[in-house]
């Protein structure tokens, strides 16, 4: 008799621990509970590997806050197939149950079939560096928005005491937290310089109005992502238009905004340094603004969106083009 061997693996994954089920050819179905640890996913992995489970079987995880990731990246690492997943997939199953039973160890089992059944599951390639590369970009944008609100309320705390002769505070004072900031700031984008991809500095010195900084943020952000064609990264940043229409009426297009809005920021900055000092994106910008009578943050938007197109052609697509597009 044939002995039954592992197709799938499913991992629910807890702050504490990880819950795993093993669902064999003959569809039965083995849980075993992992301490959250490195020590413990070695343990798994151990096992894994003990019990002959080969690495093209997925394993399967939700994405649940930052948990996932110390499991997801050691097997990935240990060589196996990762597949990580939207907890919505996960639910939906749940809700075509009959009992719509949940609990750590039932999700497990789910994750399990899910790896089973579905054949188009996203697989997980990332690596430390690029998790905290995305982790940087995110930081980065919370300190830049935290520095523009504190620098606000800081000039008109000033300008209030100036106003009515009394000095609370001295300057230096009030300013030395902005100067804190501004310094974490600095060595947040010279980081990500350091995990940009190895092409990043090549690329910005061939682009006239576009820093090395920006590249990498962008670069930084979209690591690990995969486009089929120009399109697709437009929309995920939410550079593409949302159609509004039904049957003769049509109403005012507008911009999807999916995705992240840091991003967006930094592209509408690139967009601005390439009209300003980008023989091709001025002309571009010329021909918009000036000759068509675009609005101003609608050329530059264009424009964000052309480089973008530029930048698959160059950087995501594995033949790039020598000009923009």
């Known amino acids: 008799m044939t002995q039954p061997v592992v197709v799938s693996v499913g991992i629910d994954v807890s702050k504490a621990k990880v819950d795993v089920a093993w669902l064999s050819t003959d569809q039965s179905v083995s849980v075993q509970t992992f301490p959250n640890t490195p020590a413990g996913l070695e343990q798994l992995i151990h096992l894994l590997k003990q019990n002959g489970t080969a690495e093209t079987v997925p394993c399967v995880l939700e994405s649940t806050g930052d948990y996932h990731l110390l499991g997801a990246v050691m097997l990935n690492q240990a060589g196996y197939h990762v597949n990580l997943i939207n907890p919505l997939i996960t639910k939906q199953y749940q809700q075509s149950s009959i009992r719509q039973a949940k609990s750590d160890r039932v999700d497990a089992k789910r994750l399990a079939k899910i790896g089973l059944l579905e054949a188009h599951l996203a697989v997980f390639t990332s690596t430390t560096d690029t998790i905290m590369a995305k982790k940087l970009v995110s930081l980065l944008a919370q300190l830049e928005k935290t520095y523009q609100r504190l620098q606000a309320c800081t000039k008109q705390f000033l300008a209030t005491q100036e106003q009515l002769h009394c000095t609370i505070m001295d300057a230096a004072t009030v300013e030395r937290p902005l100067q804190s900031l501004q310094r974490t700031i600095t060595t947040v984008q010279q980081t990500l310089i350091q995990l940009a991809p190895a092409k990043t500095h090549a690329l910005a010195h061939t682009i006239p109005g576009v820093s090395e900084t920006s590249l990498a943020i962008i670069l930084c952000g979209l690591t690990d992502k995969q486009f089929t064609n120009r399109d697709q990264l437009v929309a995920f940043v939410g550079l593409d238009v949302r159609a509004r229409r039904s049957g003769m ?44 009578g675009k609005h101003y943050t609608t050329t530059l938007i264009a424009i964000a969106r052309k480089f973008l197109r530029y930048l698959f052609a160059v950087y995501f697509k594995p033949m790039g083009y020598a000009q923009p597009v």
């Open 249 to 292: 009426w049509q109403g005012k297009e507008r911009l999807s905004k999916r995705g992240n809005a840091f991003l967006r920021k930094v592209l509408y900055q690139i967009a601005w340094g390439l009209k300003m000092h980008h023989p091709i994106y001025q002309q571009y910008y010329q021909r918009l603004y000036h000759e068509e």
